[in-house]
């Protein structure tokens, strides 16, 4: 008994989890960014290798004991690269992309960009967040924000999609020395060859930020920046469906910045258990069962996103081409935090959102964020699509009547009891 399991040695923290698998089984989860890790990510993220210290690179670490981890790293590598260099968007030689799969997170890989490319109050260009970007990108609250002098490009008012000639306009006046092309709230593609010949005429390092789509990437289900950006960011835990952390590609001649960007510049030791479910997600991800689930996620967003619109809902772009929505809801008189929370009670879960050029408050806007990722990996499809846009219609008609939530939920509860989600104990 002296190494109980984690039931006995912590009932209050094994409820919680308890409580929590619960949750994520019996409800529709839509929020964007999420998704369900498989069985083999979560023991590979809760296993001995978070112990081990291992500040560095592999062959060049800073402490001894190094003969598995940077096996595991060097492996995460190898994957990544093969995988993503399948539907590069430029061809590239495998060994001119380089790899680092250290950032904590993505907020980290982006910041390891500014750190090896850029001085402070150097001018950055991305996104603006009311228009769909990231706060990383330089928005005003953000490190970002502060430290960099930030130029926002937004969307057109008429179709809401990036103006590729604001872009231009504003990187020809401003002469950016990093130009971002990124989102977290677009539902169309990314022209990334565009933002490469704008780079190219103002002289600016190019990023493409892929934290959310990274997972339609990789299966060559939306273009990919890899051998046209400088550099690419990206989570591995919303479509790639890893491990909660960051990874980072570049062209080699940016291998050293980028790697001494990320340590010692700004973190200390890797988390090697994130290493490792990063290489099990990489392996998951080159299966042609990956390649079917990337195309019935965006299938599914394209179906839930006509079904909406058919019922009177604004969305924004008038559909979507990737796993994500904005739903306006100024047509239904209804705002969007009071939706989201009443669509909560009923168990259905997403995020409230602004919409381009939103009236209200980011607080309290006027539109609702609505993603398939999660959904699709329990193996849903067009029907409970299309019951979940009903659903949605039903709760959103009526967001005081709790009733009718209570009945929903337990509806939802039914149909998710037949779609068990990857990773979750039953
Ligand atoms: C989610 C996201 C990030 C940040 O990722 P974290 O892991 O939450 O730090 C960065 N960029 C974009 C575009 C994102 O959507």
Redesign the pocket.
């Known amino acids: 008994m002296l190494d109980p399991e984690l039931a006995e040695r912590d009932p209050d923290v094994a409820r919680l989890i308890a409580d929590e698998n619960r949750r994520e089984h019996e409800t529709v989860r839509l929020i964007a960014?999420e998704n369900y890790a498989s069985r083999a990510v979560l023991e590979a993220m809760g296993s001995c290798l978070g112990n081990k210290y291992s500040e560095g690179y592999a062959k060049k670490r800073y402490y001894e004991g190094q003969q598995v981890i940077d096996e595991v790293e060097e492996l995460a590598i190898a994957r990544l690269r093969r995988l993503f260099l399948e539907h590069a968007g430029r061809p590239m030689a495998p060994d001119d992309l380089h790899v680092n799969v250290q950032p904590y997170?993505?907020?980290?890989a982006?910041l390891a960009v500014y750190l090896a490319f850029l001085k402070p109050h150097d001018t950055v260009m991305g996104l603006g967040l009311p228009a769909g970007g990231?706060l990383?990108h330089g928005h005003s609250v953000s490190i970002t924000g502060k430290f960099f002098k930030s130029v926002p490009y937004g969307v057109r008012r008429e179709d809401h999609r990036i103006d590729m000639d604001e872009v231009r306009r504003l990187a020809r006046e401003h002469r950016p020395r990093l130009l971002w092309c990124?989102?977290?709230a677009y539902p169309r593609t990314l022209d990334f060859e565009a933002f490469r010949s704008i780079a190219d005429e103002v002289g600016a390092i190019f990023a493409a930020?892929i934290?959310?789509i990274s997972g339609l990437v990789c299966a060559g289900v939306h273009p990919s920046p890899i051998g046209v950006a400088d550099v690419v960011t990206s989570?591995t835990?919303?479509t790639f469906r890893g491990p909660?952390g960051?990874m980072i590609f570049c062209k080699k001649e940016h291998a050293q910045a980028i790697d001494r960007a990320v340590f010692p510049g700004l973190q200390g030791g890797p988390h090697n258990q994130t290493t490792a479910g990063i290489a099990v997600a990489a392996l998951e991800a080159s299966q042609p069962s990956f390649v079917a689930y990337a195309k019935a996620v965006v299938a599914n967003a394209k179906t839930l996103a006509a079904a909406l619109l058919e019922r009177g809902y604004g969305v924004t772009t008038g559909g979507t081409d990737n796993h994500l929505m904005l739903i306006d809801l100024t047509s239904k008189n209804v705002p969007g935090k009071a939706a989201a929370q009443a669509l909560d009670r009923a168990g259905v879960v997403l995020n409230y959102n602004a919409v381009p050029f939103d009236p209200r408050k980011p607080f309290d806007p006027s539109g609702l964020r609505i993603g398939t990722p999660a959904v699709t990996s329990r193996g849903m499809g067009k029907a409970e699509m299309l019951r979940i846009a009903e659903m949605i219609d039903r709760v959103v008609s009526a967001p005081g009547d709790t009733d009718l939530q209570a009945s929903t939920q337990a509806e939802v509860r039914e149909m998710c009891s037949h779609f068990p989600a990857p990773g979750l104990r039953l």
Request: no cysteine; proline share 5%; aromatic share 0%.
């Open positions: 960014s997170s993505g907020s980290p982006n990231h990383t990124g989102t977290t930020d934290a959310h989570t835990h919303k909660r960051g």
